[in-house]
């Protein structure tokens, strides 16, 4: 079964930036960021949606950039001007692609998580 393995996690201070690296064992072209924070409820970040389309959260969005090395199949996370409010557990998640509808399915593969902590 495909594998995928979080790496990057890390303690900043707001302002900063990190980057979130996600391992994958076997290509996967349908590929995203997600995040829970306690208390809430897990949430896209960023995602590979078709090719040439990529997707934010609206609060994600200027400041997050997903990306994706196709040789190494690792899915990228940089993380600039970061807040407190990002601060939660960042999951890599991978999904797959449905020839007929031409779109990615419902995420069905999931790392174990990387912890981002942002302080004020």
């Keep these: 079964q495909m594998k995928l393995a979080e790496s990057g996690g890390d ?3 707001a302002g900063g930036s990190l980057r979130l690296s996600c391992t994958a064992s076997e290509y996967r072209y349908c590929m995203g960021w997600f995040r829970q924070a306690p208390g809430k409820e897990r949430e896209m970040v960023a995602a590979l949606d078709r ?6 959260a609206e609060s994600a969005q200027g ?7 196709g040789v ?3 899915l ?5 001007t970061l807040r ?14 449905s020839i007929s509808r031409r779109s990615c399915e419902s995420y069905n593969l999931w790392g174990r ?3 981002v902590t942002v302080s004020s």
Excluded: H
Excluded at 84 to 97: F, S
């Design 113 to 115: 998580g990387a912890q």
């Design 76 to 80: 990228y996370l940089q993380m600039n």
């Design 84 to 97: 407190p409010e990002d601060t939660a557990m960042y999951y890599c998640a991978a999904a797959p692609w």
């Design 11 to 13: 303690s900043v201070q």
């Design 72 to 74: 190494t199949n690792t």
């Design 51 to 56: 090719p040439g389309i990529t997707k934010y």
């Design 63 to 69: 400041r997050f950039t997903i990306s994706k090395d």
